[in-house]
Nanobody
Framework: QVQLVESGGGLVQAGGSLRLSCAAS????????MGWFRQAPGKEREFVAA????????DYADPVKGRFTISRDNAKNTLYLQMNSLKPEDTAVYYC??????????????????WGQGTQVTVSS
């Protein structure tokens, strides 16, 4: 069983930055395809970014391209999401997700097997 714990959320002004972390336990991160999703109040959970097991290939949702960077440190069993130039519309609960049977998890939240509890990101205007 994989446990995922996010941290690093908070309140930030528009234009600011935050770095989210997701600590994995129960299984080596190197065996997992990873992703970040977010859910704003009243909206469906949406894809933010994904990274292949090896970390060499990444994928982003259009609204965050050029502003967010997903990365992983398999030695530390930790996934990251660096968020720059934050906008009020980035306000949401951010979740990390893992999938164990493939090199790339994809953009659909239903494809992921394991989820963290989420961390709140609030961007004020």
């Amino acid at each position: 069983q994989v446990q995922l714990v996010e941290s690093g959320g908070g309140l930030v002004q528009a234009g600011g930055s935050l770095r989210l972390s997701c600590a994995a336990s129960g299984r080596s991160l190197s065996s997992l395809a990873m992703g970040w999703f977010r859910q704003a109040p009243g909206k469906e959970r949406e894809f933010v970014a994904a990274i292949y097991r090896g970390g060499s290939i990444t994928d982003y949702a259009d609204p965050v391209k050029g502003r967010f960077t997903i990365s992983r440190d398999n030695a530390k069993n930790t996934l990251y999401l660096q968020m720059n130039s934050l906008k009020p519309e980035d306000t949401a609960v951010y979740y990390c997700a893992a999938r164990g049977d493939t090199y790339y998890g994809g953009k659909s939240y239903s494809a992921y097997d394991y989820w963290g509890q989420g961390t709140q990101v609030t961007v004020s205007s």
